[in-house]
């Protein structure tokens, strides 16, 4: 394992590495948004996904392989907020995005966004596990205070303080699952995750199909006081899936606890070509190559 540099967590032969971990994209990327999108006034509505996204190309990783979207992919955006991400996926190339989002009123600015677009599906609800939704139809949702709407959590996931939870609002939302999504897409190729907390269920519990070749989510190492804990069961579980995890270093040293969290991490997480998938439903028992 690697603890200098991106951390490549699973063990792969050093031709495989080398193989994988060196590609460089060749196109070029869409920095700035076709259009413009409906959303509320706040910073977080706009400024900060631009820069984020865009201009900062905050999902691909090319020079890790992550040369992402991929063109004419399908892409499943949990935590899809107005709708830039989406809109990037578009604009570089993906030819689907199924779009999941809680927030009522960034649902409904997402929706808005992209009603005359046939390529975006837009659905509102809290996305969690096939076993919490069959529990839960419906989850307390909280609305962060200040504008802050990218905070806003599932109530049993919130990281606030009590002080703050007392004057934050709290709306019902609806539940769905990623393994009914994925069933009811078995195109999807690529799954970003971006969902303040709820992460962190869905990574311990759902078992990948094999059409989604990547993963990248952004773990909550810096607000959830159990992220360092979970985070090493979770990498493990995706690794017997078949995935190589990878992340900055910084992370690495957080997990570790050798320094402390300042913001929430993006993971990337890869499926290669012909590599061996082990279904942790089935201990120790093969399952069939990757495609």
């Given amino acids: 394992m690697q603890e200098d540099g991106w951390a490549l967590t699973c063990r792969l032969p050093e031709e495989a590495v080398e193989g994988t971990a060196r590609i460089r994209s060749q196109r070029s990327v869409v920095k700035v948004p076709s259009r413009t999108l409906r959303s509320d006034r706040t910073q977080c509505g706009s400024k900060k996904p631009i820069n984020g996204v865009y201009k900062s190309s905050e999902y691909r990783k090319p020079s890790k392989g992550f040369d992402l979207p991929k063109v004419g992919s399908a892409v499943l955006d949990l935590g899809a907020h107005v709708g830039w991400f989406t809109l990037w996926c578009l604009d570089n190339g993906a030819d689907k995005v199924v779009a999941v989002e809680a927030t009522p009123a960034s649902h409904s600015f997402h ?17 969690v596990s096939h076993d919490t939704m069959q529990s839960s139809p419906s989850l307390t949702f909280r609305i962060a205070p200040g504008g802050n709407n990218w905070r806003n959590c599932v109530d049993r996931y919130t990281y606030w303080n009590d002080e703050t939870v007392a004057k934050m609002g709290r709306v019902t939302v609806p539940t769905t699952s990623v393994e009914k999504i994925l069933a009811e897409h078995p195109d999807i190729h690529m799954v970003k995750i971006d969902i303040e907390g709820s992460e962190m269920e869905l990574l311990e519990t759902v078992v990948w199909p094999e059409h989604v070749r990547y993963l990248v989510f952004e773990y909550s190492i810096g607000t959830r006081a159990d992220a360092t804990s979970r985070f090493p069961p979770i990498r493990e579980k995706l690794e017997l899936q078949g995935f190589r995890v990878q992340f900055a270093p910084s992370f690495w040293q957080v997990v570790k606890g050798k ?11 890869k499926r ?9 439903s089935e201990e120790g028992e093969e399952g069939g190559a990757s495609a």
């Fill in 111 to 127: 929706a808005t966004n992209f009603k005359d677009d046939p390529r975006v599906e837009s659905i509102h609800a809290a996305v």
């Fill in 259 to 269: 320094k402390n969290a300042v913001y929430d991490e993006i993971v990337f997480c």
């Fill in 272 to 280: 290669d070509v012909g590599r061996k998938f082990f279904s942790t």
